[in-house]
């Protein structure tokens, strides 16, 4: 029956015995793993107030927004509806010969293009080569 119930302490023995555990060196390493855990979380704040300690004004960490991204590329969306008739490669090199010819009509365009390979309908060579590439009717 050494100890006294904690009704049999005076105020004054109760403050004196708290001010006691909070300096002793085990509470210490409590609040010190406390502080760290809390900064890994990202709650620095939190276990300051926790704690109890302030950090200085100067060496407080200044909490940004999140890290900004790099823009995306843009992918190119499908083209919708039909296929083309004339593949795109044969189309650059159809552009290509036209205009390295000079002036003509769109008859003898339409020949060139053929007699180097270029195959398709009078609608389609007009459409998408004789045209892009300057020569009108």
Do not use: C, F
């Not at 509470?27 to 793993?33: C, I, K, L, T, W």
């Not at 008739?85 to 010819?101: K, T, V």
Request: net charge positive; aromatic share 2%; no cysteine.
């Amino acid at each position: 029956m050494g100890k006294k119930a904690d009704a049999d302490h005076t105020p004054a023995e109760r403050a004196a015995e708290r001010a006691r555990l909070l300096k002793s060196p085990s509470r210490q390493v409590d609040q010190a793993r406390m502080r760290s855990i809390g900064e890994k979380l990202g709650l620095a704040k939190t276990a300051r107030l926790i704690t109890g300690t302030q950090e200085p004004q100067e060496n407080r960490e200044v909490e940004t927004g999140p890290p900004q991204r790099e823009p995306t590329p843009s992918w190119e969306k499908p083209r919708a509806g039909r296929k083309r008739s004339i593949p795109q490669d044969q189309i650059d090199r159809g552009i290509g010969i036209l205009q390295n010819q000079g002036k003509m009509t769109v008859e003898a365009a339409r020949e060139t293009l053929r007699a180097a390979g270029i195959e398709g309908s009078d609608s389609a060579l007009y459409r998408l080569i004789i045209e892009p590439s300057g020569i009108s009717k």
